[in-house]
């Protein structure tokens, strides 16, 4: 098992800059691939960043060069870090965990089949 639970999400202008937490526990954490979603109000749940177990990251070309996705082993907090926002990128943030879906492409297409979730962190973003 294992669990997530996010932090960081707030209200800001645009153009400004988040950083979202999730705080990660449970068995064979190290071994686990980890991405951010988002889900906007009538929109499909998207994902935005992952990153493998192996340290390699992918992104949504809508976050590409804006996002960022790292790790801190020693905490076991995975981060988005957030800059240049904008009002489309308002949504619930979800960070996920996934044993072999680890690509970013792959979480999005089977994201139903993701194996962790945690309950989400509003990001609103206002012009």
């Known amino acids: 098992q294992v669990q997530l639970v996010e932090s960081g999400g707030g209200s800001v202008q645009a153009g400004g800059a988040l950083r979202l937490s999730c705080a990660a526990s449970?068995?064979?954490?190290?071994?686990?691939?980890f991405g951010w979603f988002r889900q906007a109000p009538g929109k499909e749940r998207e994902g935005v960043a992952a990153r493998h177990s192996d340290g390699s990251t992918t992104y949504a070309e809508s976050v590409k060069g804006r996002f960022t996705i790292s790790k801190d082993n020693a905490k076991q907090i995975v981060y988005l870090q957030m800059n240049s926002l904008k009002p489309e990128d308002t949504a619930m943030y979800y960070c996920?965990?996934?044993?072999?879906?680890?690509?970013?492409?792959?979480?999005?297409?089977?994201?139903?089949?993701?194996?962790?979730w945690g309950k989400g962190t509003q990001v609103t973003i206002s012009s």
């Open positions: 449970g068995y064979s954490y190290s071994y686990y691939c």
């Open positions: 996920a965990a996934d044993f072999r879906r680890c690509s970013v492409e792959t979480m999005s297409r089977e994201w139903s089949g993701v194996d962790y």
